[in-house]
């Protein structure tokens, strides 16, 4: 029996973050752990009259290749993803992990030569989305690995996530939903629009800093979901004092506890 939230989500992403027309080419990238959704969102592009290309990884793939690759091939630039990058109109990516530490035994300086090499894919999609020739979208599926990173149980993380993005049950259309998200989000950006002085004080933050004559970008599940963020950054010296974060930073398989940046006139 499908899960009726993952069909909701698929239709968040085809209908309304990507807005799939008739006769683009779709790109849908995931590992095998996200099958339902694939096939959910595979499905839904397909009504809206799209040609819809699956990509899919394997849930250790990365693993294996690290392990395996020579040069040559940390050097090599991914076919498929590249075409996609140059010429699809749509790419959907799905976050999927099994083991957010799978690559934690891996030379970083094996991964920073990997992602040099495929610097160029992601480049080509913020160059063409930049010029109006790609629209594309990042999400998540709820696997146990990231259930245990919160911990959580598995079906509480994906209610979670689920919520999250307002593809449960108490969402009843969740493209309407997201739709006024987009309108309280812009009537918040025309309130802040034209001020200056910016003090962050919490318990793990005592910032001041100037946003005077900053762009805000309305971020309200176009390119993220879940999402509800509005994106500005602060003129470049304007920035005193200090942030720490008290959640791990994970990258490359590796965890990152205790982070805390001073800044003194914009300057870490």
Known sequence: MSDLRVDKMARI???YSTAVKPGERV???ATTAAEPLVRSVYQRVLERGGHPHILLSLTDQEEIFFQAAGDDQLDFVPVFHQLAAETFDVRIRIY???NTRLLSHVDPLRQQRRQKAVAQIQAAVFR???EGKLRWISTQFPTQAYAMEAD???HE???FVFR???ADEATADPVAYWQGIERAQASTIARIQGHDQVTVKGPNADLSLSIQGRTFLNSCGIHNLPDGEIYTGPVEDSVNGWVRFTY??????????GVELVFEGGRV
């Open 27 to 29: 790109m849908i990238e």
């Open 248 to 257: 791990p930073a994970i990258y490359g398989g590796r965890s990152v506890e």
């Open 157 to 159: 993380y994906q209610d």
């Open 128 to 130: 063409r989305a930049a």
């Open 13 to 15: 992403l085809v209908d």
């Open 96 to 98: 999927s992990e099994t």
């Open 164 to 166: 999250a993005c307002h």
């Open 152 to 154: 959580m149980g598995w």
